[in-house]
Each structure stands twice: as C-alpha cells, then as structure tokens.
T-cell receptor
Framework: AQRVTQPEKLLSVFKGAPVELKCNYSYSGSPELFWYVQYSRQRLQLLLRHISRESIKGFTADLNKGETSFHLKKPFAQEEDSAMYYCALNQAGTALIFGKGTTLSVSS | DAGITQSPRYKITETGRQVTLMCHQT?????MFWYRQDLGHGLRLIYY???????DKGEVPDGYVVSRSKTENFPLTLESATRSQTSVYFC???????????????FGEGSRLTVL
C-alpha cells in the first residue's frame, strides 16, 4: 500500500542551524513527491516537487529511490521557516496522499 | 475574487444533524479534493473528483457524501454528523493529477467543524 511517513511530529532548531525534515514513502511505481507547507494563518501551499529539482526559500529535497526517502533540507534555518510541513506522494491516477506532517519551530 | 473559497469557515453543529461544506473555485480546474486535517493524522483524503459528475472515494469516505454537478463547485455533506467528524476540512483543486501530470494543489482556507 502507498504510504508517506514523516517520523517527527516536531522539530525544534535554533536560527542558523541546519534543518532536515524526514520523509519516507512506500510506493510500487515511479513516485512523484512533493513538500507542502502551512505557515501560521496561511493556506497550505506547494513548497517544492522532486521533478523540478529546484531550491525554494533555500530548501531542497532529493529523491532517493534506494532509501525511498525525500528529505527536506535547508542549511541555515530562519525564524520565518517555522511552519507545518507535509510530504506528499502522488498516487498515479488518483490523488495526493500526505504524511502526518512535521511542525518546524525555529527560535533565536 | 478568483481562487478557491470555502464556506462556512466555522461551523458548530450537533450530533445527528446534516451539514454541508461548500467549495467553489474560479479557475475551471478539472480536479477537486476534500481533505480533513486532524492532530496526529495529518491530512487525509475524503473524496476527490476528476471532472463534473465524476467522484471517487479517498482514504476516509465513510459518513460523507459529495457531488459535482458543476466544475466549479464541490460540496461535501455530512449526512448525520458524529463527534469523530470534528475536524478542519480543506478543499483543494488542481489542473491535473495522476499520470497525466500532477498539477499543483491549491487549497482553500479551511472549514473548522465542531460536532457537539
């Protein structure tokens, strides 16, 4: 069965520290993976997708098929990065399924 | 305004009552989705629709009914609300999903439902 696992409910770091939000997936086909973010009082929005191989707001994520992972990384966290982050997997022909989310808290 | 809107934003109801949450989008996106967000469960897909008059179940469809008579509207009905349906409900739309190419999901602001 398709599944997205985000093992950390909460990740607390200091400003300037590196951040890694973990995401593992289970999928029999060729996966299409995403990170969505929900800032306080804002709508859920797309942060990045693996096929774009882009860096958004300093975040990157690399698909590792061997480890079935799509971890989100940023070398230097900022306070404005504090938010809820969801990893999502596209089920071919259906819809996105989301992980349980990780709350990132960045303090000074 | 263009975009995706949900109503009501906040609703309190009682067990056994019927509740309908509305979702309207102005982009003419083919796909629309309903998710519920619960602490400890993240976002779970309730129902989705690939086009008008086409709907399909997601992970947690029990107790919910949807319809899509027009492309722009995708109402979600709780036929007989239960306390376990207390949640924040998010509607989303996209241009495409699945192997045809995944469009970005655009989310509404959410509808917070409390069932007493």
């Amino acid at each position: 069965a398709q599944r997205v696992t985000q093992p950390e409910k909460l990740l607390s770091v200091f400003k300037g520290a590196p951040v890694e939000l973990k995401c593992n997936y289970s999928y029999s086909g060729s996966p299409e993976l995403f990170w969505y973010v929900q800032y306080s009082r804002q709508r859920l929005q797309l942060l990045l997708r693996h096929i774009s191989r882009e860096s958004i707001k300093g975040f990157t994520a690399d698909l590792n098929k061997g480890e079935t992972s799509f971890h989100l990384k940023k070398p230097f966290a900022q306070e404005e990065d504090s938010a809820m982050y969801y990893c999502a997997l596209n089920q071919a022909g259906t819809a996105l399924i989301f992980g349980k989310g990780t709350t990132l808290s960045v303090s000074s | 305004d263009a975009g995706i809107t949900q109503s009501p934003r906040y609703k309190i109801t009682e067990t056994g009552r019927q509740v309908t949450l509305m979702c309207h989008q102005t982009w003419s996106h083919s796909y629309m989705f309903w998710y519920r967000q619960d602490l400890g469960h993240g976002l779970r897909l309730i129902y989705y629709s690939a086009a008008a008059d086409i709907t399909d179940k997601g992970e947690v469809p029990d107790g919910y009914v949807v319809s899509r008579s027009k492309t722009e509207n995708f109402p979600l009905t709780l036929e007989s609300a239960t306390r376990s349906q207390t949640s924040v409900y998010f509607c989303a739309s996209s241009e495409a999903a699945g192997t045809s190419g995944t469009g970005e999901l655009f989310f509404g602001e959410g509808s917070r439902l409390t069932v007493l």
